[in-house]
């Protein structure tokens, strides 16, 4: 569900962003006949564009596993200050607003897609819980619960398959152990690295990763 949202905002965002392009590029160039008709043409596009990035934006804002986050709402602030921009400029036949709007859009797509800054940045700061001596395997599968809810659930959800961000649904995750805690270690794409995770740490979340797939039925 979320992926399929998340992909609709991300093709809004992007059908937006080169709609703004294409009309700004009459504003620059001087081409005042060619950028009239065309604004007329597509105003009722961007309207709806408009109304559907914002409006998913909105709902994906709300379904964030993480809850809401500063960094979501800038993100929401700044793209409802790139829509009003674009508006204004097109009205006025400003360039200026228009380009402004352009650098806050790609600006945006840029970190909520490449680079992911808000993910990532959340992942560093999240906490182990300390130095485990796991004594025996229901113990571990404790910890290993513990340091899911903080620092995997976000994104894979209370029993792995929330898939936010296209992240795979952990229920059916069967690469091995040694793939596991090579991907807490390193990260990949956008999985964060989990690098303040001790060894005890992985093997206890790994420990609680394999119950999930119904190895282990104590804990569900
Ligand atoms: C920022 C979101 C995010 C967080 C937080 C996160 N993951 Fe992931 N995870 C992903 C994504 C995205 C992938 C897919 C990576 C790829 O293949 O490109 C993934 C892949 C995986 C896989 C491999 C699944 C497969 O079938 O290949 C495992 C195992 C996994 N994550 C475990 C964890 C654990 C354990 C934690 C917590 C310590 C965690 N993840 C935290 C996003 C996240």
């Known amino acids: 569900m979320e992926t399929g949202l ?11 962003t080169l709609l703004i392009i294409v009309l700004s590029f009459f504003i620059i160039t001087g081409n005042q006949n060619a950028f009239t008709s065309l ?11 408009e109304v559907v990035l914002l409006a998913t934006g ?10 809401l986050s500063v960094d979501y709402l800038i993100k929401y ?10 508006v204004v400029g097109f009205r006025r ?17 840029y970190a ?10 959340v992942a560093s700061r999240s906490a182990g819980i300390g130095e485990l001596m796991a004594t025996s395997p229901e113990t571990q599968l404790v910890d290993g619960k513990q340091l899911y809810h903080i620092n995997c659930v976000r994104c894979h959800g209370e029993n792995g398959r929330a898939q936010y961000r296209k992240a795979p649904d952990l229920a059916r995750f069967a690469k091995g152990d040694a793939y596991a805690d090579h991907l807490l270690v390193n ?7 989990f690098a303040h995770l001790n060894e005890n740490q992985r093997l206890a979340v790994i420990a609680y990763l394999n119950s999930l797939r119904g190895e ?5």
């Open 6 to 16: 998340l992909h609709t905002h991300t093709l809004v965002a992007s059908l937006y």
């Open 39 to 49: 604004r007329l043409k597509l105003r009722w596009p961007r309207v709806v564009l």
């Open 58 to 67: 909105g709902i994906l804002l709300n379904r964030a596993p993480d809850g």
């Open 77 to 86: 602030g700044l793209t409802l200050v790139a829509v009003v921009l674009a």
């Open 93 to 109: 036949y400003q360039a200026l607003p228009t380009i402004l709007s352009i650098l806050l859009l790609v600006y945006v797509f």
């Open 112 to 121: 909520s897609r490449l680079h992911d800054w808000r993910l990532r940045s």
């Open 187 to 193: 990260g990949l794409n956008s999985m964060p690295a």
């Open 216 to 220: 282990v039925q104590a804990l569900r």
